[in-house]
Nanobody
Framework: QVQLVESGGGLVQTGGSLRLSCVAS????????LGWFRQAPDKEREFVAT???????MYADSVKGRFTISRDNAENTVYLHMNSLKPEDTAVYYC???????????????WGQGTQVTVSS
């Protein structure tokens, strides 16, 4: 069982930046496939970014060039650096640990409780 705790969400103006953090339990963090998803009101949870154990990354087209996923294995932490934020980025953001590298929700087995990001226009 892996436990995940996100932080760093908040209210930001259009064009601003935020950094989300997610601390994971477990002694094998360096082997984890890590992902970020988000869910806006009345919408499905959607893929945002993922990073494999060997640092391959994938991003949703909607965030490519603006968001960056990174990890600190010594701190058991995965980050989502978000720049040039837009109102359409408003959502609850979830970190997750995956079983396989990919963009589908069913590839991820463990989820955090989420952190709210609100971008004002």
């Amino acid at each position: 069982q892996v436990q995940l705790v996100e932080s760093g969400g908040g209210l930001v103006q259009t064009g601003g930046s935020l950094r989300l953090s997610c601390v994971a339990s477990g002694r094998t963090f360096g082997r984890y496939i890590l992902g970020w998803f988000r869910q806006a009101p009345d919408k499905e949870r959607e893929f945002v970014a993922t990073q494999s154990q060997d640092y391959r990354t994938m991003y949703a087209d909607s965030v490519k060039g603006r968001f960056t996923i990174s990890r600190d294995n010594a701190e058991n932490t995965v980050y989502l650096h978000m720049n040039s934020l837009k109102p359409e980025d408003t959502a609850v953001y979830y970190c997750a640990v995956g079983l396989t590298f990919g963009v589908e929700r069913n590839q991820y087995a463990y989820w955090g409780q989420g952190t709210q990001v609100t971008v004002s226009s």
